[in-house]
T-cell receptor, first 111, second 119 residues
């Protein structure tokens, strides 16, 4: 069965520091992978998606970037965090039909 | 224009009562799927139910059912016999399949409804 691992679960980072969130998928190959962000009390905003290695589509201009170095690995990064980058970040694998699995999420607080 | 609209930011419901969470959507894509997720305070997204645009019958999963009214572009979630553990955020989401590269751009979410079940 498909599983998504996402880490870390929580992160407190100072403004201006770098960021690296990692997501790995098991039980499938060539998955479509997604990074969403959820601000406090809000819905999920799609940040990036990837349909294959090295293929990244950005939905919203950000202080963030994403990379897909391996088939089942999706990384969200920033060179210099802003206060507005605080939020809950979710990695997702979305396949055909009803297949949509989410990681446990990373709660990022930028201080 | 918003593609998914959830008009109830918060709801208080008495335990054991039925609950209807509203969701309307906007799309010109003839092929799409509608999802409902539950998000407890831990943050994980728990899949509840799915309705395809071509499905003739309303989807049901245990205590969850989806009241799908295609002409009205409505996909309300109904929870029967609510329980204290149902207290959470609930999100409606849509995946457009034909005009968006087979849905490669993922799910579009509403802003959610915060449901609180009272004893």
């Amino acid at each position: 069965s498909q599983t998504i691992h996402q880490w870390p679960a929580t992160l407190v980072q100072p403004v201006g520091s770098p960021l690296s969130l990692e997501c790995t998928v098991e039980g499938t190959s060539n998955p479509n992978l997604y990074w969403y962000r959820q601000a406090a009390g809000r819905g999920l905003q799609l940040l990036f998606y990837s349909v294959g290695i090295g293929q990244i589509s950005s939905e919203v201009p950000q202080n963030l970037s994403a990379s897909r170095p391996q088939d089942r690995q999706f990384i969200l990064s920033s060179k210099k965090l802003l206060l507005s980058d605080s939020g809950f970040y979710l990695c997702a694998w979305i396949g055909g039909g009803t297949e949509a699995f989410f990681g446990q999420g990373t709660r990022l607080t930028v201080v | 224009a918003q593609k998914i609209t959830q008009t109830q930011p918060g709801m208080f419901v008495q335990e054991k009562e039925a609950v209807t969470l509203d969701c309307t959507y906007d799309t010109s894509d003839p092929s799409y799927g509608l999802f409902w997720y539950k998000q407890p305070s831990s943050g994980e997204m728990i899949f509840l139910i799915y309705q395809g645009s071509y499905d003739q019958q309303n989807a049901t999963e245990g205590r969850y059912s989806l009241n799908f009214q295609k002409a009205r572009k409505s996909a309300n979630l109904v929870i029967s016999a609510s329980q204290l553990g149902d207290s959470a955020m609930y999100f409606c989401a849509m995946r457009e399949l034909m005009y968006s590269g087979g849905g490669a751009d993922g799910l579009t979410f509403g802003k959610g409804t915060h449901l609180i079940i009272q004893p």
